[in-house]
């Protein structure tokens, strides 16, 4: 069928992140925080950060340790972009030590409207960074600005997408 068959949800834990040896996901949800080994992700739901369960908001920080690449069958959510200043704690990160491939995944940011216009947030770093995220099907280029998700609040929160030789930003724009 179409869509993950599986949900993998690391909460602080290791998912081949101890193995040098590459792993291909397919059809699954993967998310949560933790360590991950180098990653090949095909039609893969990727939530990075703790979610919204209880009084624990999303930040938490997904590491990769290799390269991790991503398609366009798949789709990459970044849990509560809340406040600047260190990743895992005040936003989720993506950070990987090896090469990533955005292959045009899908790119979802989701907030609970406490970010202030001007607000920093890298939430993809690694050696290298190639390709581009889309939203609602169109690729971002860098400098496109996107609409975030609002998660239990009302707002109306847009973020323009930067792409650099390894960081990708979210920059807060406010609302529109």
């Known amino acids: 069928g179409s869509g993950p068959r599986a949900r ?9 992140g101890g193995s040098g040896s590459p792993m291909a996901v397919a059809g699954i949800a993967l998310g949560g925080y933790g360590q991950l080994g180098p990653l090949a992700a095909s039609s893969t739901s990727l939530t990075v950060g ?15 340790s290799g390269d991790l690449s991503l398609d366009s069958l798949s789709d990459v959510t970044f849990d509560d972009l809340a ?5 895992g704690d005040g936003y989720p990160q993506l950070a990987v030590t090896g090469a990533v491939t955005l292959g045009s995944a899908s790119l979802r940011l ?5 970010p202030s216009v001007g607000d920093s947030f890298p939430i993809v770093t690694g050696r290298s960074i190639s390709g581009t995220f889309t939203s ?16 239990g609040a009302r707002c109306a929160d847009y973020f323009k997408i930067v792409y650099s030789a390894n960081t990708v930003t979210a920059i807060d724009v406010g609302s529109r």
Request: with cysteine.
């Open 136 to 151: 609602g099907g169109k690729a971002i280029a860098n400098g496109d600005v996107i609409k975030a998700t609002a998660v």
């Open 110 to 114: 989701d907030t609970t409207c406490k």
């Open 50 to 64: 703790r979610g919204y369960e209880g009084a624990v908001h999303g930040t938490g920080t997904l590491t990769s």
């Open 83 to 87: 406040s600047p200043g260190s990743a």
């Open 8 to 16: 993998v949800i690391l909460n602080g834990g290791d998912l081949n």
